[in-house]
């Protein structure tokens, strides 16, 4: 009897081609060594990644789980920062900037706040 269970793509998984760099070329001019008006076009165009963003920095989806309290406190500033007039594009640039600032902070060793409230948690 054959397996009538339905297999779904895994959309994180990096083995899988990109439909738009495979429909349209890549995006990098290094990979493409044709000229004409054709590789004009793609030389300005941007992958996915750097268009969702609105910048020339090549990004990746993540998958995390993260407490409901911590998401909740994360929605809440995000919003609160929008109304005061910050200037933070969306959630996943403020995010990275609060994940930057993290790791900074990480790498202090001995000095570190994050490493520090780990220890006593």
């Known amino acids: 009897m054959a397996d009538s269970r339905k297999i779904t793509p895994d959309f994180f998984e990096d083995s899988e ?8 070329g890549p995006a990098d001019n290094s990979q493409n060594q044709t000229s004409g008006p054709a590789a004009s076009a793609r030389a300005g165009r941007l992958t996915n990644s750097q268009a969702a963003t609105g910048s020339g920095v090549t990004k ?41 600032f993290a790791l900074d902070d990480m790498d202090k060793g001995e000095d570190s706040r994050i490493l520090h409230k780990s220890k006593m948690a």
Not at 17 to 24: G, L, Q, R, Y
Not at 71 to 98: Q, V
Request: hydrophobic residues 40%.
């Open 60 to 100: 990746k989806k993540a998958g995390f789980y993260l407490s409901a309290d911590i998401l909740n406190r994360f929605n809440l500033k995000f919003y609160e920062l929008k109304l005061s007039g910050a200037p933070i594009d969306n959630k996943s640039n403020l995010l990275e900037l609060m994940l930057g």
């Open 17 to 24: 081609p990109d439909p738009v760099e495979t429909a349209t």
